[in-house]
């Protein structure tokens, strides 16, 4: 009975699955995930350009 009420009434078959930008859209839709979006493209951007990736150990 639970089980049943659970799951949607429209079978997988018959349903359409969102589009990637769809669901991009849907999601920054809110303020927060753009500030989150953002932040964590400023920090992959930072990381991957500007500072540095290897430490060598060497001094000179």
């Known amino acids: 009975m639970i089980a049943a009420s659970l799951c949607p009434s429209r ?3 018959t349903s359409t ?5 769809r ?3 849907l ?14 493209w400023q920090w992959l951007g930072w990381h991957s350009v500007v500072a540095q990736t290897v430490d060598t150990g060497f001094a000179g």
């Open 17 to 21: 699955p969102a589009s990637v930008a």
């Open 27 to 40: 999601a920054l839709a809110a303020r927060t995930v753009r500030l989150v979006v953002m932040v964590c």
């Open 11 to 13: 079978s997988r078959a």
């Open 23 to 25: 669901l991009f859209a």
